[in-house]
T-cell receptor, first 112, second 116 residues
Framework: GEDVEQSLFLSVREGDSSVINCTYT??????LYWYKQEPGAGLQLLTY?????DMKQDQRLTVLLNKKDKHLSLRIADTQTGDSAIYFC????????????FGKGTHLIIQP | GAGVSQTPSNKVTEKGKYVELRCDPI?????LYWYRQSLGQGPEFLIY????????DSGLPNDRFFAVRPEGSVSTLKIQRTERGDSAVYLC??????????????FGSGTQLSVL
């Protein structure tokens, strides 16, 4: 079945860039997503990328996709304390009815 | 409402009891999903509705779990004879787009279910 893997923790200093990595196994993934979850809150869609793209930039966020290696990354420039959260990578085939397959999430910890 | 609303936000019940969890999707969203998120895990798919019908219920763990969406808007997830292993956050999401397109899911804040 589909599998999405992420490292569990990432610690960065305030002002530095954060890079959160994700690998997936489903070669038929059509869309790949990054969601943010803050304590006690639902998941917030940050950004997504279509599988025929290799990069997408949105303000402080840059998504890189290496389809050959099935590797997705999220770069957050100038990391702030408000970026502290759990970040989930997710994939979808786009044609199935079973929604998204999520990774276990990466806890982003900001050091002052 | 502006977003996906779930009630209650917290539910504590005893083993063996029946519970209902409610989801109000974003107005106009035809697709509705239920996910379950256990501690330290990512959300796991349970069931998907397109309109009133359950298009895919392959994620429901067993026949104690059931969900309905009778009018194509509000959905209720029903769990019979609850077990301690059912304790988790139950997330609801809705989407404007149907499968085959970009499924941008918008999530509610979830219901924290605790089975004692």
């Amino acid at each position: 079945g589909e599998d999405v893997e992420q490292s569990l923790f990432l610690s960065v200093r305030e002002g530095d860039s954060s890079v959160i990595n994700c690998t997936y196994t489903d070669s038929s993934s059509t869309y790949l997503y990054w969601y943010k979850q803050e304590p006690g809150a639902g998941l917030q869609l940050l950004t997504y990328i279509f599988s025929n793209m290799d990069m997408k930039q949105d303000q402080r966020l840059t998504v890189l996709l290496n389809k050959k290696d099935k590797h997705l990354s999220l770069r957050i420039a100038d990391t702030q304390t408000g970026d502290s959260a759990i970040y989930f990578c997710a994939e979808s085939e786009g044609g199935g009815a079973d929604g998204l397959t999520f990774g276990k999430g990466t806890h982003l910890i900001i050091q002052p | 409402g502006a977003g996906v609303s779930q009630t209650p936000s917290n539910k504590v019940t005893e083993k063996g009891k029946y519970v209902e969890l409610r989801c109000d999707p974003i107005s106009g969203h035809t697709a509705l999903y239920w996910y379950r998120q256990s501690l330290g895990q990512g959300p796991e798919f349970l069931i998907y509705f397109q309109g009133t019908g359950a298009a895919d219920d392959s994620g429901l763990p067993n026949d104690r779990f059931f969900a309905v969406r009778p009018e194509g808007s509000v959905s209720t997830l029903k769990i019979q004879r609850t077990e301690r292993g059912d304790s988790a956050v139950y997330l609801c999401a809705s989407s404007l787009d149907s499968p085959g397109t970009n499924e941008k899911l918008f999530f509610g804040s979830g219901t924290q279910l605790s089975v004692l």
